[in-house]
């Protein structure tokens, strides 16, 4: 237990620490996690920690992550995406790994080494490119989505290149593999490494990592892979709302967390037991769900997991880095992995030329996918267990691949810093698409917020409806409306939403406490925003207003105005004259609300403020004159617009004029 | 018989001694349309179809209303920007008025000396109403002389409003003779009767 706690201290306060001054910085939070790592490494040897073991649990972030891209990807768009996926991807992989073993050959490694070197370092990190898009905002960008498109194919590659690799194997390291991994493995911690391969399960070293296919013959592992994907895409889509739907019977927040990380923690197992790749079913489960009415929920159930697991991996990467074989030869690892990044780039650019990305895109491209991935990591220790890499090398590549991740977010600030000011004049004649224009996020859906959903919906702009009652999603996605299932009082259920590029806010719920709570936190957040509120009576006004509502309408009061207007008409009075009462009452009003929001004070109780019940009297007796008929407070300002001087007056003009 | 419809524009109708007396006097006259536009437009919304339609459907076309600052009542100014539009009353195949009559009623709070260049309104009344005669010009309708009352707020409006009436029923039954009509300069309840062609039948005075 304390081992635990100690441990989960010195993440948690490295990734604290470093990441608001990484970010401070302009270095962007995944270096700041690096550098943390870095930091605590010396700590983590002297625990005698097993970091490539906490790593591994970490790469689990990255299922997520892939699970909350596949959310953001409506199939329809992954279709579009389809030649890019297969050409970019596949001349990526394939052009880098016959490069790099070619140098590999040249340096004297035999073909089948250096084929295996080209596979692992052909690939790149999904985990910081795509975290770093997202950071940076440019996932929506030519250049985010041909990086993100090559990263997707990447993933899918792994699970062939897992099959190719065992081919490879040298007979002459069959004998001595085993060997050398108990040799090294508590020395040094990226050796470790070799204790956690996948290529132990046949020794039945891992008793959870079971394959049910292995032991299959072909055609019946292939009919269960296929049965395990269909799985996912048909539950995804037929199971998702029943058993959300029953969950929340429950009505408990973290159930739906829970609920959550069942569906990404069971397709990852069901993935694995049929030898797939569990980033790669979480993906699919993703784009399935992203039609979905809890696509949102999901988002923001995942999140913080994806975000907490993804800073580990990152800090285990840090940490993982060999100083002691670093700094043996640093001008050959340095050497190694800056000609690795070279080569990675050049056939990047070159992509980029044949795929006609432009400008800042192209060089967000060639850049950013330079390094070698986590999933090199997860081959070097497959490579190594297979006997296809001898220890040695594989150390040697661990280590660059490490350096190669952590060079970089340099590049990406080096994209941002020189690039992208030298673009500037270029990509101005050349503005990029814009695919989501501003959004409106309306939330709650009841009487009131359905009135302005289609209000909205009829001036053409697009909404988003968050409400949590599913029965009323459900009539509204009859009439095929843009529903979401939630709680919008939950700020990062509004952020999953889209708060961030939302251009309105409408808070139509019925809680009114809650409503305020959220008018405040968004406030805060977006001192920009526009936010319109609804309030239920006079005093939430002026909670709204103390805050930082734009605007506030009192539900009830315009319908029992427009009420009160035809009553007059209903009684004789004539509509135009009708209609001039009714606005001199409405603005009568508004300037006693204004009276007394200048001695409310949100802090006391209105029955306790004795200025404000001072006030209120004043108000109340001109009122009650008004209401008996005593009054002329707002006759006064309706009758004077027509009314005719009086016939005293005009001879006594006449009078004056003959004069 | 002539169709005709009575637009009616007074915001302050409660405080209106002429322009009541005479939207009071119209109400007997049978087989005439009648619109209080701020009764039935009391939020400026005016139906643009519906009132197409009517225009569309009358001959002659009178508006009642009391002068305000050289010029008509904003709704009816409203609703002639809204109503007359491009396309049907003028402009290209802009010609669904065309023939049609335009009448005013007019009331002004001056004295009839006072729309005279020594007077303190220094112009004549018909000066002021150009923009509704020319109005009626681009729409190809003909204009004929205004019904006006001076000094109303001081004046007796019993006979302006019984001449209102008789003129109602004149244009309706074609007993005025609009072609005189439009040759006038203002037209007043003692002198519709010179517009008016001969009852057929009644013996020549």
């Known amino acids: 237990m304390t081992d635990f706690l100690v441990l989960a201290f010195v993440f948690l306060a490295a990734g604290v620490v470093a990441v608001p001054i990484a970010s401070r910085l302009g ?43 596949g959310l953001e990807l409506e199939p329809k768009m992954l279709w579009q995406m389809r030649h890019r996926l297969l050409g970019l991807g596949g001349l990526q992989v394939g052009v880098t790994t016959a490069l790099v073993m070619g140098v590999a050959m040249v340096f004297g490694l035999s073909w089948s080494v250096a084929l295996a070197c080209g596979l692992v370092l052909a690939l790149s990190s999904t985990a910081i490119v795509l975290q770093t898009l997202n950071e940076k905002g440019l996932m929506k960008s030519d250049g985010g989505q041909a990086s993100f498109s090559v990263l997707l194919f990447q993933d899918i590659a792994v699970i062939p290149m897992l099959a190719l690799i065992p081919l490879l194997a040298l007979p002459e390291l069959a ?23 996948h290529g132990e399960d046949h020794g039945g070293g891992h008793g959870m990592n079971i394959n049910l296919v292995e032991n299959l013959p072909a055609w019946q592992a292939a009919l269960a892979t296929i049965a395990a994907i269909a799985g996912v895409i048909m539950g995804g889509a037929y199971l998702t709302t029943p058993v959300f739907r029953f969950v929340e019977m429950a009505n408990l927040r973290e159930l739906f967390v829970a609920t959550a990380l069942l569906f990404v923690i069971g397709i990852a197992l069901l993935m694995t037991l049929v030898g797939l790749s569990p980033a790669l079913g979480t993906f699919l489960a993703g784009v399935v769900l992203a039609n979905s009415e809890y696509r949102h929920e999901l988002e923001s159930d995942i999140d913080p997991f994806r975000g907490l697991l993804l800073g580990l991996f990152f800090m285990t990467v840090g940490a993982a880095v060999n100083f002691g074989l670093l700094f043996g030869s640093f001008g050959t690892f340095l050497g190694l992995t800056l000609g690795l990044m070279a080569i990675k780039s050049a ?23 330079a390094q070698a991935g986590e999933f090199g990591f997860v081959l070097l220790s497959f490579t190594v267990a297979n006997n296809v890499l001898p ?4 150390d040697q590549l661990l280590l660059v691949v490490a350096l190669s991740m952590m060079l970089t977010p340099l590049l990406f600030i080096f994209h941002e810093k020189v690039i992208l000011p030298r673009m500037a004049g270029e990509t101005e004649q050349e503005p990029d698409e814009i695919d989501e224009t501003g959004q409106i996020i309306i939330a709650g859906h009841g009487r009131f917020g359905g009135v302005v959903n289609r209000m909205m919906r009829a001036a053409g702009y697009s909404t988003t409806v968050l409400d949590h009652s599913s029965v009323q999603l459900e009539r509204l996605r009859r009439f095929g409306v843009k529903v979401f299932f939630g709680d919008a009082t939950r700020p990062d259920l509004l952020h999953a939403a889209g708060l961030r590029e939302a251009r309105l806010l409408v808070v139509a719920i019925d809680q009114r406490d809650a409503a305020t709570e959220l008018v405040r936190h968004v406030r805060h957040e977006h001192p920009k925003l526009g936010i319109v509120a609804r309030a239920v009576d006079r005093h939430h006004v002026y909670e709204l207003y103390a805050a930082g509502a734009t605007h506030i309408v009192r539900d009830t009061f315009d319908s029992a105005v427009r009420a009160g207007r035809s009553a007059y008409e209903e009684l004789g009075m004539h509509a135009f004259d009708a209609e001039m009462l009714a606005q001199a009452f409405v603005d009568d009003d508004k300037a006693t609300l204004l009276t007394l929001a200048s001695v409310y004070d949100p802090k006391i109780p209105a029955y306790e403020n004795e200025e404000y019940l001072e006030k209120l009297k004043e108000v109340a007796s001109q009122r009650d004159d008004i209401l008996s008929g005593n009054g002329k407070a707002f006759h006064v300002r309706t009758d004077r617009g027509w009314t005719p001087p009086s016939r005293e007056d005009l001879d006594a003009e006449q009078e004056a004029d003959k004069t | 018989m002539a169709k005709v419809i009575h637009y009616y524009a007074h915001p302050g109708h409660r405080f209106s001694h002429t322009n009541k007396a005479m939207w009071d006097a119209s109400q007997p006259v049978e087989g005439v349309t009648r619109v209080d536009l701020y009764a039935e437009y009391p939020r400026h919304n005016v139906n643009i179809d519906r009132e197409q339609r009517r225009l569309i459907d009358h001959d002659v076309v009178l508006f009642q209303f009391p002068v305000f600052w050289y010029s008509a009542p904003s709704l009816l100014k409203e609703w002639i920007d809204l109503t007359l539009e491009h396309g049907f009353a003028y402009g290209k195949d802009g010609d669904k008025l065309c023939g049609k009559w335009m009448m005013l009623a007019v009331t002004a709070a001056g004295p009839q000396d006072a729309y005279s260049e020594g007077g303190y309104q220094h112009f004549p009344l018909r000066t002021f109403l150009t923009p509704f005669e020319q109005t009626a010009r681009l729409c190809k309708m003909r204009f004929a002389a205004p019904y006006v009352f001076y000094d109303a707020l001081r004046a007796d409006p019993a006979a302006h409003a019984q001449g209102f009436a008789d003129l109602l029923s004149g244009l309706r039954d074609d007993r005025i003779d609009l072609d005189k009509a439009e040759a006038e300069g203002c037209l007043y309840h003692d002198s519709i009767a010179s517009v008016s062609r001969r009852p057929e039948g009644s013996p020549a005075q």
């Not at chain 1, 005698?48 to 073991?53: G, I, K």
């Not at chain 1, 508590?186 to 956690?196: F, I, L, N, P, Y």
């Not at chain 1, 220890?391 to 594989?394: C, K, L, Q």
């Open chain 1, 347 to 369: 056939v990047l650019f070159g992509l980029a030329r044949i795929f006609k990305l432009k400008g800042g895109d192209k060089y967000l491209f060639g850049l950013g996918l």
């Open chain 1, 175 to 197: 004998d001595v593999g085993g060997h050398v991994v108990a040799g090294h493995g508590a020395e040094s911690v990226a050796e470790a490494a070799h204790g956690e391969t």
């Open chain 1, 27 to 69: 270095l962007g939070s995944v270096l700041g996690y690096l550098i943390a790592g870095v930091a605590i490494s010396p700590i983590l040897a002297a625990l005698q920690v097993d970091v490539v073991a906490i790593q591994h649990f970490a790469e689990f972030g990255v299922v997520m992550m892939l699970f909350l891209v």
């Open chain 1, 391 to 394: 220890p040695v090398v594989a």
